[in-house]
């Protein structure tokens, strides 16, 4: 089973296990009593700022304390990260290719193209991985990537994703029984493309690495390249401009590079007063912007100093918009929606757009050109064997309608 590591702050945590064993619930426990701590910190800090006394230590108390009840729950968001990843992969009995997959050894530690191999081939010498290999990275870059986990996902067999988008204008009208029905204006139908761009990395490995059988070549690549995919996927997915990669949802906010792509139109935008700052008031705008047939699916996202600014905000009555995760398998939860961590999100920060809000189930497109390839170069970096490995991803606005997001003035 794995260990993930949770950094000692306030409680001096070292490590927990958050594994199907349900030791998770020992992370569960530890968030909600730093949760109670920074809230009695926070009610010590307000009582010092009446007695107009500010007192560093309580100050620094506070905020240590919101750093660990920031760990937690993002240990627990990897938890269920990792439950994500199991369901998308159909669990640890789906089905392999042992005879593909041990031709694909033979060749990345040889070279060798057997005649089992050829379902793979194509004109230039590639070979897509098997499938067991292929779904390891996939599974791994939903653990890594936030926006896997809230967009919807889908594979693709082409270059590219066309989808009609009807605009409306079906023409009606009110008619006697014997009346005539001329014809009716008709629907206006828009084709929408989505493209995709390549994603690479290019590991290496020494012959003699490559020959010691104990070796799990698919584990040590996948290890090699799913960190790499993930980080450039991800901010992709949140501000790319589409130029050889996805077009993230910030480029199709009003004002941004393709907020004139969808026939829909673009991702509305809210103000936020504060320069680096927000309101509740601000955030219940959000909400309530979007059409109420989104809002069941709908959640916030931003990054973990958004998060960190977010987590003092508190209602007339004292009580904290933001609540931790009570359950495995459950978000935190921002105004009762789920909030997801986006790393890749600004910071709050003049004319910045540091949180989204809406459905990205039905707002965001994440297609996958089926299949990872990889190359075998063992001539470019003797005494190195190089493996190029790419992975076609596109990403888009699907819907706009039902996203938001907030500028700072």
């Known amino acids: 089973m794995e260990v993930h590591k949770v950094p000692a702050k306030a409680r001096g945590i070292i490590a927990v296990r958050a594994d199907a064993s349900g030791d998770v619930n020992q992370i569960l426990?530890?968030?909600?009593?730093?949760?109670?701590s920074f809230k009695d910190t926070q009610a010590e800090k307000d009582k010092e700022v009446s007695a107009k006394f500010d007192d560093v230590i309580t100050t620094e108390k506070m905020e240590r304390i919101n750093s660990s009840v920031s760990d937690l729950q993002a240990a627990v968001d990897q938890a269920n990260a990792k439950m994500a990843a199991l369901e998308m992969a159909g669990g640890p009995e789906a089905e392999r290719d042992p005879e593909y997959s041990a031709s694909f050894k033979a060749h990345m530690r040889k070279g060798?193209?057997?005649?089992?191999?050829?379902k793979g081939t194509d004109s230039e010498g590639g070979y897509l991985a098997p499938v067991e290999w292929d779904r390891t990275?996939?599974?791994?870059?939903v653990e890594i990537s936030?926006?896997?986990?809230?967009?919807?996902?889908?594979?693709?067999?082409?270059?590219?994703f066309t989808k009609l988008i009807n605009q409306g204008g079906t023409g009606s009208g009110w008619v006697g029984e014997t009346d005539a029905r001329p014809e009716t204006a008709t629907p206006n139908l828009v084709a929408f493309t989505l493209g995709n761009g390549e994603i690479y990395a290019n590991p290496g490995a020494t012959q003699q690495m490559l020959d010691d059988s104990e070796i799990d070549l698919e584990a040590w690549l996948a290890g090699e390249v799913d960190t790499e995919f993930a980080e450039q996927e991800g901010a992709a997915f949140v501000a790319g401009n589409g130029s050889n990669k996805p077009s993230g949802f910030l480029s199709f906010a009003t004002g941004g590079v393709n907020a004139a792509k969808n026939p829909l139109g673009a991702v509305g935008v809210l103000p936020a007063a504060g320069m680096a700052a927000v309101t509740e008031d601000e955030l219940l705008d959000m909400i309530y912007d979007i059409p109420s047939s989104y809002s069941a699916g709908a959640r916030f996202v931003m990054n973990r100093k958004s998060i960190g600014k977010i987590r003092k905000l508190r209602d007339g009555d004292g009580r904290q918009l933001w609540q931790p995760s009570t359950q495995a398998g459950e978000p935190s939860m921002l105004l009762a929606y789920p909030l997801t961590e986006l790393p890749d999100m600004p910071d709050m920060a003049t004319g910045a757009l540091s949180i989204g809000f809406g459905n990205f189930k039905r707002g965001y497109l994440i297609m996958d050109r089926k299949g990872v390839r990889v190359l075998r170069d063992p001539f470019t970096a003797k005494p190195k064997v190089l493996f190029y490995t790419t992975k076609r991803v596109g990403g888009a606005v699907d819907d706009p309608r039902g996203l938001r997001v907030l500028r700072h003035a």
């Open 137 to 141: 990275i996939v599974d791994r870059l």
């Open 112 to 118: 060798d193209v057997q005649a089992s191999l050829n």
């Open 29 to 36: 426990a530890a968030l909600q009593k730093d949760w109670q």
């Open 146 to 160: 936030p926006m896997r986990q809230i967009a919807e996902v889908r594979k693709v067999g082409k270059s590219g």
